[in-house]
């Protein structure tokens, strides 16, 4: 088979995730609650269907995709004066973490964005306590979260506990699909399937179950009791509001 061009392998790539995040949401009780995204599900209609639909809030990354949302958000952030809050974090593997974090509501009425509340910018600084070196990123991102709702040190809480429930998704993902020896490699291919894996390990995540391997072998091989744990047939919806 030949390469896909490169604008149908964008849509390949935006089709595996972009599209199936609000089905499977559907089938989750999110309503008050915040639901956290990396930089490609940063959409709006994802923002509105959260928002408007379901009485969700939602805190998102954001970067190239959302190009006038991020250049404007950097842009106000360019000087940046004493942060809103610092958070230290202990030694942990042998280095320092330090996260500022800024906030404004300046930029709610100005961004070509949906129910934004706050825009953010967040500072990560890691020292390694060994050689010393220091290193430094900065991440910026928007929420539909008000300030009377969250305050900075909520956002920043937020925001690291997003990528926490990533770094743990990636432990999990290697040692139930043994990813690192994974064989698939070429153009988009294993970074769709990397995605699709963590939403899957993510929807089982949200159920709350003691171990999601167990559940995973579970519903492996049989699409019908996949359908009824996601309560996506007449019997489990029905079952559900008895």
Aim: charged share 30%; glycine share 4%.
């Amino acid at each position: 088979m030949g390469t896909l061009p490169v604008k149908d392998n964008e849509q390949l790539k935006r089709t595996n995730e972009i599209k199936m995040a609000i089905p499977l949401l559907n089938s989750i009780d999110i309503e008050g609650k915040d639901v956290t995204a990396d930089a490609l599900l940063t959409q709006r209609k994802i923002a509105e269907y959260l928002v408007t639909e379901r009485h969700a809030h939602y805190h998102f990354t954001v970067k190239g995709n959302q190009r006038s949302v991020l250049e404007d958000v950097a842009l106000w952030f360019q000087d940046r004066k004493q942060p809103d809050f610092v958070q230290y974090t202990p030694p942990d593997h042998g280095r320092i973490e330090i996260r500022k974090i800024w906030t404004t509501t300046e930029l709610n009425g100005y961004l070509n964005f949906p129910h934004v509340g706050q825009a953010f910018a967040i500072e990560r600084q890691f020292i390694n306590k060994k050689s010393g070196k220091c290193s430094c990123e900065v991440a910026y991102g928007i929420t539909s979260r008000k300030v009377d709702q969250a305050d900075p040190e909520r956002v920043l809480n937020v925001n690291r506990g997003h990528w926490t429930i990533e770094n743990s998704c990636h432990y999990i993902i290697d040692w139930n699909y043994d990813e690192d020896r994974s064989r698939i490699r070429t153009g988009y291919g294993p970074e769709n399937i990397t995605r699709l894996r963590r939403f899957a390990i993510g929807v089982i995540k949200s159920k709350k179950v003691r171990s999601v391997a167990q559940k995973m072998r579970e519903l492996t091989r049989n699409v019908r009791l996949v359908f009824d744990y996601l309560r996506m047939t007449e019997n489990s919806r029905a079952a559900a509001r008895l």
